[in-house]
């Protein structure tokens, strides 16, 4: 265990990446790196296919939005023993989604439906991209402070690829502690700790003048965050983190 938080990389490093089995469009799993080495080896997952892809659109009000894309990762996780996807509408979901269990040990993929804007596979995501990506957006536990819209705690947590997705604050009276939380529930085995995440390509921001303390709370093994742009995560008085990791290993930051 250990805590290790970043808003950048500490040091440029060159890496040689490797690839094989190109498909139409390339998922990636970047491999743990050895300390001191300058080398990522990067493999496809592979895409899910026919009755595994649910595409869903806009039902017309946030509430009916949001028990849709539960309901879809529910049911993406209940058959994760095939690759999964959730394909999502450039529109935003307010709410707080939670990952369940996974009953088998293949990714699910949460992603826009529409891709053909999406930077290549090793091109970082930026802010010009916003207006063609789904939102993940706080809402309100109270009056001040906000509900992270991200959770994934508790045993079984894995195999998850968000890419592609933005993620931002509520209104500006709340104060936001996290975008994601990961193995927050105070997991006390390693055997207990989410594994197998993948953050790819995606958005994390605040706004200039309002508090949040971190882009993601991280206690995970095997956790890539992967091209990704973290903007305005900060807190008057205390120290904010893009990313801050207390337990875990297998941590990939590209």
Same mark, same amino acid.
């Given at each position: 265990? @250990?805590?290790?938080?970043?808003?950048?990389?500490?040091?440029?490093?060159?890496?040689?990446?490797?690839?094989?089995?190109? &498909?139409?469009?390339?998922? +990636?799993?970047? &491999?743990?790196?050895?300390?001191?080495?300058?080398?990522?080896?990067?493999?496809?997952?592979?895409?899910?296919?026919?009755?595994?892809?649910?595409?869903?659109?806009?039902?017309?009000?946030?509430?009916?939005?949001?028990?849709?894309?539960?309901?879809?990762?529910?049911?993406?996780?209940?058959?994760?023993?095939?690759?999964?996807?959730?394909?999502?509408?450039?529109?935003?979901?307010? @709410?707080? +989604?939670?990952?369940?269990?996974?009953?088998?040990?293949?990714?699910?993929?949460?992603?826009?439906?529409?891709?053909?804007?999406?930077?290549?596979?090793?091109?970082?995501? /930026?802010?010009?991209?916003?207006?063609?990506?789904?939102?993940?957006?706080?809402?309100?536990?109270?009056?001040?402070?906000?509900?992270?819209?991200?959770?994934?705690?508790?045993?079984?947590?894995?195999?998850?690829?968000?890419?592609?997705?933005?993620?931002?604050?509520?209104?500006?009276?709340? +104060?936001?502690?996290? +975008?994601?939380?990961? /193995?927050?529930?105070?997991?006390?085995?390693?055997?207990?700790?989410?594994?197998?995440?993948?953050?790819?390509?995606?958005?994390?921001?605040?706004?200039?003048?309002?508090?949040?303390?971190?882009?993601?709370?991280?206690?995970?093994?095997?956790? &890539?965050?992967?091209?990704?742009?973290?903007?305005?995560?900060?807190?008057?008085?205390?120290?904010?983190?893009?990313?801050?990791?207390?337990?875990?290993? @297998?941590?990939?930051?590209?």
């Amino acid at each position: 265990p @250990g805590y290790w938080s970043s808003c950048r990389p500490k040091r440029d490093i060159t890496a040689r990446v490797t690839r094989s089995g190109v &498909s139409a469009e390339p998922r +990636f799993q970047a &491999s743990t790196v050895s300390p001191g080495s300058t080398s990522i080896t990067i493999s496809d997952i592979p895409a899910a296919t026919g009755g595994n892809i649910q595409t869903l659109t806009d039902q017309g009000s946030n509430s009916a939005n949001v028990t849709a894309l539960q309901n879809a990762i529910n049911t993406a996780f209940a058959n994760n023993t095939v690759e999964q996807e959730i394909r999502l509408p450039a529109i935003t979901y307010q @709410g707080q +989604f939670t990952i369940p269990a996974a009953a088998g040990n293949k990714y699910v993929t949460i992603r826009p439906t529409d891709i053909s804007w999406l930077p290549g596979p090793l091109v970082r995501i /930026g802010p010009s991209h916003s207006a063609n990506m789904p939102k993940l957006k706080a809402a309100p536990v109270s009056s001040s402070q906000g509900n992270p819209p991200l959770i994934i705690n508790g045993s079984g947590r894995k195999y998850l690829r968000v890419l592609g997705i933005e993620f931002q604050k509520g209104t500006a009276a709340e +104060f936001l502690y996290n +975008f994601v939380e990961i /193995g927050s529930d105070s997991p006390t085995t390693f055997s207990a700790l989410p594994n197998h995440i993948i953050f790819d390509r995606d958005y994390f921001h605040g706004n200039a003048t309002e508090d949040l303390n971190r882009g993601l709370y991280v206690q995970s093994d095997y956790i &890539s965050i992967l091209n990704s742009y973290f903007k305005d995560i900060h807190v008057v008085g205390a120290d904010a983190q893009c990313v801050a990791t207390f337990a875990g290993t @297998g941590f990939g930051f590209v």
